[in-house]
């Protein structure tokens, strides 16, 4: 099966949560990708309202509002974002602070970029950054951000 965005074709042959109906998708959460489509795409910006984590202190339920940008480069991948969204109802029961929960999506994301989906090496994004903004809670609002620059790219941020 193949999407069409203007001239891009975009192959979803590699995307199972796409079109699949799993009975608990978050169980077997994982982050999907595919193939960045030719044309120039500059940045990929990823904004939702949707990541619920537990307080490791007192369990009580942390809402967060989330940015993931990135630049992705040729031969590179894209995050597919319905396996995204499954990825991050995951943490709906987890317990993290808001610091190392940034820090986690940051890494899994580079990760699920930096290989395609049979587990090949792909070309990483040059940069990645993962920006979560917590709800206020006790009168207090907690931004966090984890950013990731390709070390293989010099004077690139």
Known sequence: MALYSMDARIDTSELKLLVEHPSDPVATARIETFAVPTGGLDEVRITGTELVC?????RQTDVYDFTIAYR???GGRCVETKSLKYYL????DRAEFAEALA???????VAALSRDASGAPAT???TLSVELVQAVRGG??????ATYADPTIEGES
């Open 54 to 58: 537990r307080c490791p202190v007192n």
């Open 72 to 74: 992705p480069r040729p």
């Open 89 to 92: 109802m995951s943490f709906r």
């Open 103 to 109: 820090v986690r999506v940051m890494g899994d994301v």
């Open 124 to 126: 990483p994004p040059s």
């Open 140 to 145: 207090m609002r907690i931004t966090a951000r």
